[in-house]
């Protein structure tokens, strides 16, 4: 938002689901070898007591990167912003297939990373650390917004948001 701002753009930032942390029990972060991020979300949600901060922590892309960095995890690996592409990183960097891997992700995925990882020989285990839900309205002052000008672009980042905000515009 701040770099097209940078160029001139008129923006303004709507958000069409809410994130809520989802309970779980204890993860002892000591017993695996590396964690998946594929969203910073799951790292915000995440309910440590410690961990060592040099585990391989693998994730989708910068963002993600920069807030696991951020929230302590000093042996970061990123790549281009896609599971295929994590996947692919995964396989070609992680040396050992019997030692567990971790995969914190939302309780709705479109894609199951840990099934490919499994099918492909390592070991890992998926936990649900947080959902997404609609959002329900759309605030006064982004209608107002909207109201004086239709927007040239609109950017949505999952298929779970565009469902969101399809149901939205609807309403």
């Known amino acids: ?14 958000p069409v689901i809410k994130i809520e942390k989802i309970k779980t029990k204890k993860i002892n972060l000591l ?3 590396a964690v998946i991020f594929t969203s910073s979300n799951a790292i915000k949600c995440l309910d440590v007591d410690k961990f060592n901060s040099k585990i391989k922590c693998y994730c989708v892309g910068r963002a993600t990167e920069i807030i696991a960095q ?3 995890f000093i ?5 281009e912003g896609t599971v295929d592409s994590l ?7 992680f040396e ?4 567990k891997i971790l995969y914190l992700s939302s309780e709705f995925i479109s894609r199951d990373l840990d099934i490919d990882l499994i099918n492909a020989g390592f070991n890992v285990d ?12 759309i605030d006064n002052f982004t209608l107002e917004f909207l ?25």
């Open 87 to 93: 996947i692919e990183m995964i396989i070609r960097s």
């Open 31 to 33: 017993n695996y070898k």
């Open 1 to 14: 938002m701040e770099r097209l701002k940078l160029l001139g753009h008129e923006v303004t930032h709507l």
């Open 147 to 171: 109201k004086k000008k239709s927007p040239d672009a609109i950017f949505v980042y999952s298929a779970k948001s565009a469902k969101n905000l399809f149901n939205l515009i609807n309403k």
């Open 126 to 137: 998926r936990v649900s650390n947080y959902t997404s839900l609609p959002i329900e309205k």
């Open 75 to 79: 042996n970061t690996y990123s790549s």
């Open 96 to 99: 050992n297939k019997s030692e």
């Open 70 to 72: 951020k929230a302590g």
